[in-house]
Nanobody, 118 residues
Framework: QVQLVESGGGLVQAGGVLRLSCAASGRTFSGYTMGWFRQASGKEREFVANIRWSGGRTSYAASVKGRFTISRDNGKNTVYLQMNSLKPEDTAVYYC???????????WGQGTQVTVSS
């Protein structure tokens, strides 16, 4: 059974930093893209960043490029989202996602709240 468990959310002031972690278990993820999405209150879930488990190719939403960094630790089966220079508009529930490159498998974590105060 695949499990994605996020941690690291919290309350931070604008300009601050947070690092989110996503511990993945239940299968090997070598053929997967691991991603972070977020959903602010009253808005649709949106893409933040992703990384290919094999090779480490990354992609970012324009709104976070240059401020957020996604990475993974293969040995720990964990994906990270380093968030710097946080803004109030970054406030949202952040979700970890694992998506098979074929698109046939798609898994989500339970989410972790990030709140940035002005």
């Amino acid at each position: 059974q695949v499990q994605l468990v996020e941690s690291g959310g919290g309350l931070v002031q604008a300009g601050g930093v947070l690092r989110l972690s996503c511990a993945a278990s239940g299968r090997t993820f070598s053929g997967y893209t691991m991603g972070w999405f977020r959903q602010a209150s009253g808005k649709e879930r949106e893409f933040v960043a992703n990384i290919r488990w094999s090779g480490g190719r990354t992609s970012y939403a324009a709104s976070v490029k240059g401020r957020f960094t996604i990475s993974r630790d293969n040995g720990k089966n964990t994906v990270y989202l380093q968030m710097n220079s946080l803004k109030p508009e970054d406030t949202a529930v952040y979700y970890c996602n694992a998506r098979c490159l074929s698109g046939l498998s798609d898994y989500w974590g339970q989410g972790t709240q990030v709140t940035v105060s002005s």
